[in-house]
Nanobody, 115 residues
Framework: QVQLVESGGDLVQPGGSLRLSCSASGSIYRTYAMAWFRRTSGERRQLVARITSAGTPFYEDSSVEGRFIISRDGARNTIYLQMNDLQPADTGVYYC????????WGQGTQVTVSS
């Protein structure tokens, strides 16, 4: 069972930046497409960005394209989400998982964008 640990969330002002990290146990992690999900209050998790095992990124939420960058470091079993020009609509709890949500969810990391 892969364990996922997210970190890097914070309270930032609009226009600010954050870098989220997700570390995963288990070498099988390296063969899976991974993704970042966001859950806002009262809603289910939504896929924000995903990255193939080869490192090709896709942004499922068009509002983040050009502002967010998803990447992965196979040697560290870690994926990242660089978040630039943050807006209040980006507020939520961010989670990582395989693209097909194979594993148990971690605790997530809270991102709050507010002035």
């Amino acid at each position: 069972q892969v364990q996922l640990v997210e970190s890097g969330g914070d309270l930032v002002q609009p226009g600010g930046s954050l870098r989220l990290s997700c570390s995963a146990s288990g070498s099988i992690y390296r063969t899976y497409a991974m993704a970042w999900f966001r859950r806002t209050s009262g809603e289910r998790r939504q896929l924000v960005a995903r990255i193939t095992s080869a490192g090709t990124p896709f942004y499922e939420d068009s509002s983040v394209e050009g502002r967010f960058i998803i990447s992965r470091d196979g040697a560290r079993n870690t994926i990242y989400l660089q978040m630039n020009d943050l807006q209040p609509a980006d507020t939520g709890v961010y989670y990582c998982n395989s693209q097909t949500e194979l594993w148990s969810w971690g605790q997530g990391t809270q991102v709050t964008v507010s002035s």
